[in-house]
C-alpha cells in the first residue's frame, strides 16, 4: 500500500511561499478517501478503480491511483463503494412543502417561519446527497437567510442558489389566486407585472434583493388555483423585456412552462432554459437546441400530482390539471432525449417531498436514457445550467469537495441511489452510514 504523509505533502503539496504559509498547510489535516468505484465525471469519463481522493479543507486536491495510506491524515473508507460527486437539483422549493395545510400555511406564516422549515427540508436534501440546490420559487428574505447561513456554515445543508419570487402576469401561475378579492388585491405578488417596462422592473427588484438567478411563470401551472390554462400568459413583448433585463444584469432566466405556446414564445425571446416542458413539440426541441437552452423536466412532480388529483385536498381547478398534466411528463422527457435536448435534474420537490429527489433518476431511466446519462443531468450537466461547471458537478483537483457514495453499482440498477450511505459536503462529512 502506497503511504501518504501530510507534513511531507507526497503526491499533492501546494507551493508554499514563505515560512506562515508552510506553517498553515503543515497544520492542515487532510483526509484521504479510498474509492474503490470512482465515477468522477459521469458521462465524460470511464469508471475508475480503487483510487485515493485527498481533500483539504472545502477542496478536492489530488486524485492518485491506489489506496494510499494515511498518515496524519484522516481516512475515510469506501474501498467497496461506488463514489459519484454530490449531486445538483435545479428545481426545488426548500422552505415548504405541499399537502392538505399548504394552501392556508401561505397566509398563516411569515418569512421566518418558512426559513425554519427550510432547515428542516434542507438537512433532509443534503442527507439524500443533493449538495447543490437551485430554490426556483420562494420567499426571497425565507430562501436568503437560508443560502447565507448555509455559506457561512451556521446552518447544515445543500450549496443553494436563488430565484425567490416568480416574475408573473398578474393573476399568473406565480401571484395568488383563488381567494376572495379583498385578499387577493392585498396579497398580490411584488414580482406581478404587466407591460414591457413593469416587468424589467420586477427582474431588477428580485435582482436587488439578492436573486442569483431570475424565474418566470411563462404559462399558467398546476398548482395555483385558477382556471387560466397551461398556456402561454405574458405577452411577446413583455418575455423579450424580462430575458433583456435580465442578462444585463448578469442573470440568467428560467421558464415554468407547461404548454407549448409558452415554451415556444420563451425560447424565441432568448430565455436560457424551461422548468417542466411537458407540451413541447418538434418546434421546441429546435428552439432548445438553436439557443443551447436547457429542459429542467421535474417528471417527479408530474407523478405526484397526479397521484394526488382524488386526495380530496385539491381545489376543482388544481385537480383538472394535475389530471391533465402529470401524466405526460415522462414521454415527454423521452420526446427530449431523442431529440438532443440538454436536460437538467430537476425534481420540483416542495411538491413532493424533500429528501425524496433521487426518484427521478429512475423516471429519466423510464424515458430512454441510460444510467450514465441520468447521473450526468444531476453532476456534470446540472452543474453548467446553474453557472458553477469549474467547481462543483465532478470529481477533480481544484473542485469543491462535495462527494458522496452508495453501496451498489447505480450503472447497473439506478435505484440504488435512493440510499445514499455517504455525503460529504464542502469537505465536511455529514452521513457516513
Known amino acids: 500500500m502506497l503511504k501518504y504523509n501530510i507534513v511531507a505533502g507526497l503526491g499533492v503539496a501546494l507551493a508554499v511561499v514563505g515560512a506562515t504559509d508552510a506553517l498553515a498547510q503543515d497544520e492542515m489535516r487532510d483526509t484521504i478517501i479510498h474509492a474503490g468505484h470512482l465515477i468522477a465525471a459521469p458521462g ?50 426548500i422552505t415548504n412543502q405541499a399537502g392538505p395545510a399548504r394552501r392556508m400555511s401561505a397566509f398563516t406564516e411569515g418569512p421566518a417561519d418558512r426559513a425554519i422549515d427550510g432547515v428542516m427540508y434542507a438537512g433532509r436534501t443534503l442527507r439524500a446527497g443533493f449538495t447543490t440546490v437551485q430554490d426556483v420559487g420562494g420567499d426571497i428574505e425565507a430562501v436568503r437567510a437560508l443560502r447565507d447561513g448555509i455559506e457561512a456554515g451556521d ?51 428580485l435582482v436587488q434583493e439578492g436573486a442569483d438567478v431570475i424565474k418566470i411563470t411563462a404559462t399558467g401551472g398546476v398548482m395555483s388555483s385558477t382556471g387560466a390554462g397551461v398556456e402561454q400568459q405574458f405577452f411577446d413583448e413583455e418575455l423579450a423585456a424580462i430575458v433583456e433585463a435580465a442578462h444585463m444584469m448578469g442573470r440568467r432566466v428560467t421558464a415554468h412552462a407547461h404548454g407549448v405556446t409558452g415554451i415556444n414564445s420563451f425560447l424565441r425571446a432568448g430565455g436560457d432554459s424551461i422548468e417542466h416542458g411537458t407540451y413541447l413539440d418538434d418546434e421546441s426541441i429546435r428552439l432548445f437546441r438553436r439557443n443551447d437552452a436547457v429542459l429542467v423536466p421535474t417528471v417527479m412532480a408530474g407523478v405526484w400530482v397526479a397521484g394526488q388529483a382524488d386526495a380530496g385536498w385539491m381545489t376543482p381547478f388544481q385537480e383538472a390539471k394535475a389530471r391533465a398534466v402529470g401524466p405526460q411528463m415522462v414521454d415527454m422527457v423521452r420526446r427530449a432525449h431523442e431529440g438532443g435536448i440538454t436536460i437538467a435534474f430537476g425534481t420540483d420537490s416542495g411538491v413532493s417531498a424533500h429528501g425524496d429527489n433521487a426518484q427521478e433518476f429512475g423516471l429519466y431511466v423510464q424515458a430512454g436514457m441510460t444510467e450514465m446519462e441520468a447521473i450526468a443531468t444531476a453532476t456534470t450537466v446540472g452543474a453548467m445550467h446553474v453557472g458553477l461547471e469549474d467547481e462543483i458537478g465532478r470529481i477533480a483537483p481544484g473542485f469543491a469537495a462535495d462527494i458522496i457514495a452508495v453501496d451498489g453499482d447505480p450503472l447497473a440498477d439506478i435505484d440504488e441511489l435512493l440510499d445514499v450511505d455517504f455525503v460529504m459536503a464542502r469537505g465536511v462529512v455529514h452521513k457516513n452510514e
Open 155 to 205: 446552518i447544515v445543508g445543500p450549496r443553494m442558489r436563488i430565484a425567490g419570487g416568480s416574475v408573473t402576469p398578474t393573476g399568473g401561475h406565480g401571484d395568488v389566486n383563488g381567494w376572495a378579492v379583498h385578499v387577493l388585491r392585498s396579497n398580490g405578488s411584488p414580482y406581478a407585472c404587466n407591460g414591457p417596462d413593469d416587468c424589467a422592473r420586477a427582474v431588477r427588484q
Open 44 to 93: 465524460e469519463e470511464r469508471v475508475r478503480q480503487q483510487v485515493s481522493i485527498i481533500v483539504r479543507g472545502d477542496e478536492i486536491v489530488a486524485i492518485e491511483d491506489g489506496f494510499i495510506e494515511a498518515i496524519d491524515a484522516d481516512l475515510v473508507d469506501l474501498s467497496d463503494q461506488w463514489v459519484m460527486p454530490g449531486f445538483i437539483d435545479a428545481h426545488v422549493h
